[in-house]
DNA sequence: CAGACCAAGCTTTTT
DNA sequence: GCTTGGTCTG
């Protein structure tokens, strides 16, 4: 008991000593939140209350893992229940499936097998889709699940022309997954909470049964989960929440933020424990967090503050692009870790879209910095993985539309796309699954014999699959590989494009299932497996205990602390995000993303800007992030990079836009600076640059005073000024210039890191040049146009 | 029907 | 810049 008190504060005592009754723990970013919850639980078992009674439920499974371990700690061998609310609802309906018009081995449709159902179900709508799109109408369907609302009570209600569509649509596809025996991600919640509301005795249950609900992250809930908890905690209003109205951002998920705000009026016996004391960052972050936050209307005033040691101002850094804001950040993260003694997990990057880290990827692999990538492209969303996945989804359940679908013609066998189409047209109108069609072929209509044949094939293939279904996980997937010619299929399609990669993903998704088997000898079941991959996150994927330096979302950093914390691209557009900056409400939930950004950061925290973006492959102009201007900013430390070289091939218009770069835009086409900007008087130049670009730059967006920009520190990247006054490319090319051109495999060249090396192969063109040189610790990647590469012997 | 080739569209953020 | 979807040819 002691060993559960000791150590905390008054208030964190207060919230830990509270066992029944509603609770409301408003905490603040660092104060220990969790700290306090696990040793709640702790407590409370201590205290008599059976684990079995407690249910604690949170966003992600990192967050649930994360509980679990300090728990374990505290209270060792207790089965308190744990996890997502995904995951407790996709448990309690496995568990009453018949009363949501399921089967209990149905499935879960990840987000592209719902795109892949809704645009079935607009089809079988026979709705015009002209004005409007099938993620339109996914995301007004989302949206009313999301606040339960029924088929029915939208075909009532709805007056948008969208609306209208989505109405239209929204029964069949709802319809279609129960044929499919399926739900996707927004129905595991609307179905439990519909189930509890319309059967009074199973919400007595489990009410009963779950007395305790701890829910996390309580401002990022929405109606449905609401609806949920509020239902489990009628008879035992034993409910506490955590959470923090400034780090609300999952409003576009329909996260409401009166839900935490009105927790007192639901609850009026409420104890309310404020947690505003921060353990996490210096007093310089948390000034600049909550000088920016408190310019959001909608929140309840917060007073954070902290005991910690004064430590480094919050540096705002200025690139002229995001290489270089990629290829700066890397290199400071290289010298502090080579000069300071840092680890490479002490750094973050965070990003406003995942997107951006491509750049970031790019620099940290060519400087062998380790790193990990916390994003959407992972392991299960590749093709090769989605079709084995696909294929296990089809023997859990014979009814998965979407996954019969993929892989009926996969490896192609004989099915063409006409073919699939008929058999679709029959399922839809007799509303049985399109693998019963294919059993069925010969009474479809208009299925050639030869087709039809191939079909059969197909089903005798599936036949033999499923007799396998209760075998190991491991025996499962190597014989569907070896039954369906898979592998001979991946190396047939992928000879020209030298990618084998795909093989080497089969493997490895193997590898996955033989270590599910082994986590789980007893209850390893198909379906448990398919059921945590559907529910695991991208984010689940990060590994503290890595020693890597990790780029994530904003989104994905909330929970996390770091020592170093950079956040790339707070830029208009960016941060806010356009798509979010049209509304008040948008616009303060992307103050608050960056509050949580902020936050995020323990001693050190550089937010960077850049003068040009490069967004989908063009590059434009990029102006600063209003935001930036509601920081303080008299007390940041402005950094501009003087620029080293700039390159302007395939963009003809650079140039003009800015002019001062240099007069050489022309012959610059195959030349590569070493290290200047070829600015014979370089500082004055250079600060008469800066002044020119950067006033207009900042006195639009950020009125940043005069005098203050000549604070702002010029940082050279590389060598200072070696050849000044060069005025043409001939004269550069005499003075040290090396013509892109001039690098040839074989090339000796000198790194001023790496030293001597041989050029070993060169890819790309223009700006994206890169050499790969063999040096004596290995291989570096180096685009030439940035590299700081010396020929010594062609 | 398969496979190759080309055009369009598109990316916030996540369970 | 990349993926998806469509079209064309064998």
Request: aromatic share 8%.
């Amino acid at each position: 008991m002691d060993a559960i008190l000791k150590g905390l504060t008054e208030s964190q005592v207060q919230a830990v000593t509270h066992i029944d009754g509603p609770l409301l723990i408003l905490a603040g970013p660092g104060s220990g939140k969790t700290r306090v919850v696990t040793h709640r639980i702790a407590y409370m078992i201590a205290q008599g209350v059976s684990p079995s009674q407690i249910a604690a439920v949170t966003f992600t499974n990192k967050a649930a893992d994360e509980m679990r371990n300090r728990v374990g700690e505290l209270a060792p061998g207790k089965p308190v229940w744990m996890g997502t609310f995904h995951r407790f609802c996709a448990q309690l309906l496995r568990r009453y499936a018949p009363l949501a018009g399921l089967s209990e081995n149905y499935s879960i449709y990840d987000s592209s097998d719902s795109k892949q159902a809704m645009k079935r179900a607009i089809q079988a709508a026979e709705v015009s889709i002209s004005h409007t799109s099938p993620e339109q109408i996914a995301s007004t369907i989302s949206n009313a699940k999301n606040r339960l609302v029924t088929p029915e009570m939208m075909a009532s209600g709805s007056s948008r022309t969208g609306d209208v569509v989505a109405a239209k649509v929204y029964p069949i596809y709802q319809q279609q997954l129960l044929t499919a025996n399926a739900v996707d991600f927004d129905d595991l919640l609307f179905h439990v909470a519909i189930m509890l509301r319309n059967n009074p005795e199973l919400r007595s249950d489990l009410d009963a049964r779950f007395r305790y609900i701890l829910v996390d992250e309580y401002q990022d809930t929405n109606l449905a989960q609401y609806a949920i908890v509020r239902g489990l905690s009628i008879d035992n209003a034993n409910l506490a929440v955590t959470g923090d109205p400034d780090q609300s951002i999952y409003g576009w998920r329909g996260a409401d933020l009166n839900n935490i705000l009105d927790f007192e009026k639901d609850y009026p016996a409420v104890k309310t424990v404020r947690l505003e004391q921060n353990y996490r960052s210096t007093p310089n972050i948390l000034r600049v967090a909550d000088q920016l936050i408190r310019h959001n209307r909608q929140r309840k005033q917060k007073d954070l503050y902290t005991h910690n040691q004064e430590g480094d101002a919050v540096v705002l850094r200025i690139f002229e692009d995001g290489y270089q804001e990629a290829d700066g950040i890397a290199d400071e993260i290289t010298n502090a870790i080579r000069a300071e003694g840092m680890r490479p997990r002490d750094f973050a990057i965070l990003c406003r879209m995942n997107a951006l880290t491509r750049s970031l990827e790019h620099s940290m692999r060519s400087r062998g910095l380790p790193y990990q990538i916390i994003n959407g492209v992972e392991f299960y969303q590749r093709k090769e993985i989605k079709d084995l996945l696909a294929y296990l989804h089809l023997i859990n359940n014979p009814s998965h539309d979407v996954a019969f679908h993929r892989v009926v013609n996969v490896p192609t066998r004989g099915i063409g796309a006409k073919t699939i189409e008929r058999l679709r047209r029959y399922a839809d109108v007799n509303q049985v699954p399109m693998l019963e069609a294919a059993r069925n072929v010969y009474q479809v209509e208009g299925i050639a014999k030869r087709s039809a044949t191939f079909v059969t094939r197909f089903v005798e293939i599936y036949d033999r699959l499923s007799k396998k279904a209760s075998a190991t996980l491991e025996d499962l997937l190597r014989y569907l590989v070896e039954e369906t010619k898979y592998e001979a299929f991946l190396e047939k399609s992928t000879v020209d494009q030298q990618d084998s990669s795909a093989i080497a993903n089969v493997d490895e998704f193997i590898s996955a299932a033989v270590e599910f088997d082994r986590q789980h000898p007893e209850d390893g079941t198909l379906e448990a497996f398919l059921e945590q991959v559907a529910l695991v996150a991208d984010t689940d994927a990060f590994e503290d205990s890595d020693d890597r330096v990790t780029l994530m979302t904003l989104h994905a950093a909330k929970g996390l602390e770091f020592p170093c914390v950079y956040i790339v691209g707070v830029e208009q557009g960016l941060l806010p995000h356009s798509r979010s900056m049209d509304t008040d409400a948008g616009f303060e939930e992307e103050r608050r993303l960056f509050f949580v950004g902020i936050t995020r950061a323990m001693q050190r925290l550089q937010l960077s800007i850049c003068k040009r973006r490069t967004v989908r492959g063009d590059t434009r102009p990029a102006v600063p992030s209003p935001f930036l201007n509601e920081l303080p900013l008299d007390e940041l430390r402005k950094v501009e990079s003087v620029v080293d070289r700039d390159w302007f091939d395939e963009d003809p218009d650079a140039d003009n836009q800015y002019p001062e770069s240099w007069d050489l835009a022309d012959e610059s086409d195959d030349i590569v600076m070493n290290g200047d900007t070829g600015n014979g008087d370089t500082g004055n130049g250079d600060a008469g640059e800066v002044h020119e670009t950067a006033a207009p730059f900042f006195d639009e967006a950020c009125q940043l005073p005069e005098s203050e920009l000549a604070e702002i520190v010029q940082v050279k990247k590389r060598k200072p000024a070696s050849v000044p006054g060069l005025k043409t490319a001939a004269d550069m090319l005499n003075g040290g210039m090396t013509p892109v051109t001039a690098y040839r495999e074989g090339t000796q060249v000198r790194h001023i890191e790496y030293g001597e090396g041989t050029v070993i192969s060169i890819t790309g063109r223009g700006p994206k040049r890169t050499a790969t040189v063999r040096f004596d610790d290995g291989e570096h990647h180096f685009r030439l146009a940035f590299a700081n590469l010396e020929v010594i012997d062609v």
